[in-house]
């Protein structure tokens, strides 16, 4: 397969660790340069975007490892007990769609992480296939990453302290889960670990600031990253925890508090139409971000796992998860539907980017 993308991109890392875990092989080609061609093919410029050797396009990094992973045989990175499964989805998706604001903060608020992301972008992205100057280059990308996905995305120097805050206390539940094993649900991966590799690798985990704090701060979870980089499939099979532990439900209830309370907010702005939205989440208040219909449709997915599971599995999850944000997931609130992937053919549908056309819109 094709894997158009960027070498320093969050969604590219995280379907790279997962092609490298299967060892399936790939070409590599940057984004820029090929967009039209993305765009006729998977609908949206987005990275990563895939290409199979048969010429079907494919997009958006959660539907495309769930149809890589249900064209393999054997064990599989899903778990197969239904309560633990939809915790390893909902820590993916946080780690897809919350930890994507600490992570821009961190590289483009921070002078040593924005210099070097901006010359990264530009040798990969930029130098062979643009012909403007590289002081000039340099500069419209921190620009446009700055403005559009930090302050665009409602971090200012009023709400920076809860970007930084949320980055170290993700550090701090995934600390004290790889003190105690390898992974986030076992002895194996999961699905759990490859979305946290979003953040983890290429963001936090190489950007010099946030890489620095990780390092000092949590280097169980430096080490992790290493592992998940370098991780093959076990030949004994998934070795998962029975049940849900402290460990798992600590990380949740930051899950829920973050993820669940920005997915309900931002479903509600949505229905009222609204581009914009002030947004609340635990004591911070964000103003003015960028409404998404692609994450309704990320809670949609979200409540369409929690509709198919057993008695059984849900009570567990009820009591696992039990701050009051969770109950986005139970208290059947209606949302107006995102119309996004009615046809159930995600990754082979036309996707749309998380904000507006890339960008969030001012
Ligand atoms: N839902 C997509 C998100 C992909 C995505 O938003 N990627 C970022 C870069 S890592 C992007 O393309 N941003 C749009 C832009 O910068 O124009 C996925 O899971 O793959």
Redesign the pocket.
């Known amino acids: 397969m094709h894997v158009y993308?960027?070498k320093i991109?969050?969604?590219?890392g995280?379907?790279e660790t997962y092609l490298r875990f299967r060892s399936i092989d790939y070409d590599y080609s940057p984004?820029i340069g090929n967009e039209k061609r993305l765009k006729a093919g998977a609908g949206a410029?987005?990275?990563?975007v895939v290409q199979l050797d048969d010429g079907r396009w494919m997009?958006?990094?959660?539907p495309?490892i769930a149809w890589l992973e249900s064209q393999h045989n054997g064990s599989t990175i899903y778990p197969t007990d239904p309560a633990l499964r939809f915790a390893a989805l909902l820590i993916e998706d946080y780690a897809?769609e919350w930890l994507w604001r600490p992570a821009m903060h961190f590289r483009w608020s921070y002078r040593p992480s924005r210099l070097y992301a901006a010359e990264s972008i530009y040798n990969d992205e930029i130098a062979n296939n643009r012909p403007i100057p590289r002081i000039l280059a340099l500069n419209i990308i921190k620009f446009r990453q700055y403005f559009g996905?930090v302050r665009g995305d409602g971090v200012t120097p009023k709400t920076r302290f809860h970007a930084d805050r949320t980055y170290r206390t993700a550090l701090d539940r995934l600390q004290a889960i790889f003190e105690r094993r390898p992974f986030v649900l076992g002895e194996t991966l999961t699905i759990a670990d490859i979305g946290l590799m979003g953040p983890m690798l290429r963001h936090f985990g190489q950007d010099p600031t946030p890489a620095e704090i990780m390092r000092n701060r949590a280097p169980a979870v430096y080490e992790w990253v290493a592992r998940m980089w370098n991780a093959k499939p076990d030949a004994n099979g998934p070795k998962l925890i029975e049940s849900m532990d402290d460990l798992v439900i600590d990380l949740l209830t930051e899950v829920s508090e973050t993820h669940l309370a920005q997915l309900r907010q931002n479903a509600e702005a949505f229905g009222r139409g609204a581009m914009r939205y002030n947004q609340d989440i635990q004591d911070c208040h964000y103003v003015r971000v960028p409404t998404s219909r692609?994450r309704v449709w990320c809670l949609e997915e979200l409540l369409r796992e929690w509709e198919a599971l057993d008695d059984e599995a849900r009570a567990t999850l009820r009591t696992s998860l039990s701050s009051p944000e969770a109950s986005v997931l139970w208290d059947k609130s209606s949302f107006s539907p995102s119309k996004y992937d009615v046809e159930r053919r995600a990754p082979f549908n036309k996707a749309i980017?998380?904000f507006g056309s890339?960008?969030p819109p001012r």
């Open positions: 993308g960027c991109s969050y969604y590219t995280k379907l984004t410029v987005q990275m990563p997009t958006d990094s959660t495309v897809d996905f692609y980017n998380v890339g960008v």
